[in-house]
């Protein structure tokens, strides 16, 4: 199977964003090109990686894609802004979506969601701290419990290796969903592959990730505080929680999961 990966110049892996979207993408074996390269010979290839909807300027590059013999892949991470019902998810052989759509529906073609996973080369693990991360957005209308979360605890907004290195100097890590998607975010690895536990809301597939005795769940602000103020940190957790993304949430083992789903498609 040869593979032909398509991404535009402005995603690089200099980005901070680019291994939350796009690891699991170069643990993947296949050629690379860029979006602007129109005149690519995609008959060289049996299988093209396409990434999100906001990424494609030259709409009619995409549809040449999708008229040729190739599979067509489609990474989408953004589908929460939009619905499964555009035009631009017609005659995908398999997409691979992280979130339902902003009707709450699961694409309509041959699909798989696809879970979050990490770089534990990347983030790596140093155990034993006291402090309490709390690195992240906080826009209100997206994210209001962070919002709130942030008039009791001082918020950090570090990027990159500065980002990592806020993990690694914290003993626990605060993690939220948000109103547009009510599920388990990528910091929840981030947090367990540097070492730091997590205190978390309730959040849908957490589950899926980590058991739940592994998690600090609160239910209120005040349950919140209380969890901080009283926080001790457990070593064996944070060891397990790093353990258990290396051996079933890197990147690689993602990349494997999807390859065997490719192969349904040819």
């Known amino acids: 199977m040869k593979i032909l990966k398509l991404l535009p110049k402005s995603d690089t892996p200099t980005n901070y964003n680019y291994h939350v979207n796009y690891g699991v993408w170069d643990a993947i074996d296949g050629d690379t090109s860029s979006l602007e390269n129109t005149n690519v010979n995609l008959n060289n290839y049996d299988v093209v990686l396409l990434p999100m909807f906001k990424r494609w300027n030259n709409m ?19 589908s929460c802004y939009r619905t499964f019902d555009h035009s631009f998810y017609d005659n995908i052989d398999l997409i691979l979506y992280r979130d339902l759509d902003k009707n709450g529906n699961t694409p309509k073609t041959s699909n798989m969601w696809h879970p979050w996973s990490i770089d534990t080369t ?8 006291r402090g309490v991360s709390f690195n992240c957005s906080s826009d209100p209308t ?65 589950d899926y990730f ?37 051996t079933k949430h890197d990147n690689k083992i993602r990349a494997k999961q999807i390859i065997e789903k490719i192969n349904e498609i040819l």
């Open 60 to 78: 009619d590059f995409f549809h040449k894609i999708k008229n040729n013999k190739i599979k067509t892949v489609l990474f989408d991470n953004d």
């Open 122 to 129: 990347l983030y790596t693990p140093v155990y034993g701290n």
């Open 142 to 206: 997206y994210y209001p419990l962070r919002y709130k979360i942030s008039k009791i605890i001082p918020r950090t907004s570090n990027i990159g290796v500065q980002y990592i290195q806020n993990l690694q100097n914290s003993g626990v890590g605060i993690h939220t969903d948000s109103e547009l998607v009510p599920m388990v975010r990528a910091k929840a690895l981030e947090m367990a592959a540097c070492g730091t536990q997590i205190i978390s809301n309730k959040t849908k597939k957490m």
């Open 210 to 246: 980590f058991p739940d005795d592994l998690i600090l769940y609160f239910k209120d602000l005040d349950e919140l505080r209380e969890i901080i103020n009283n926080f001790e940190p457990n070593v064996e957790i944070q060891r397990e929680l790093r353990n258990i993304v290396e």
